[in-house]
Nanobody, 120 residues
Framework: QVQLVESGGGLVQPGGSLRLSCVAS????????MSWYRQGPGKERELVAG????????NYADSVKDRFTISRDNVKNTVYLQMNSLKPEDTAVYFC?????????????WGQGTQVTVSS
């Protein structure tokens, strides 16, 4: 069974940095693209960043471009999100996401999330 476990969240001051990790298990990690989403207070869940199976292609939301970097280690089955120059509006619960097809139907998998709070 698929498991995604996020960690690394916490309280940080504006302008600070934080690195999130997502450890995956229960599937062949190296052949799937992975993503990070976040959900701020009173907001819908939104895509933050995505990365291809081998790590050669990435994409970012405009709001985090040039500040966040997504990466992966296919030996450790781990996806990372390096967050720099953090702003209060980055405050949210951050989720790791896998999408794959099961018997021809799309299915999304989520971790439990990790809280990031950016405040003075």
């Amino acid at each position: 069974q698929v498991q995604l476990v996020e960690s690394g969240g916490g309280l940080v001051q504006p302008g600070g940095s934080l690195r999130l990790s997502c450890v995956a298990s229960g599937f062949t990690f190296s052949v799937y693209s992975m993503s990070w989403y976040r959900q701020g207070p009173g907001k819908e869940r939104e895509l933050v960043a995505g990365i291809s199976s081998a790590g050669g292609s990435t994409n970012y939301a405009d709001s985090v471009k040039d500040r966040f970097t997504i990466s992966r280690d296919n030996v450790k089955n781990t996806v990372y999100l390096q967050m720099n120059s953090l702003k209060p509006e980055d405050t949210a619960v951050y989720f790791c996401n896998l999408r794959r097809f099961i018997s021809g139907l799309p299915r999304a998998y989520w971790g439990q999330g990790t809280q990031v709070t950016v405040s003075s």
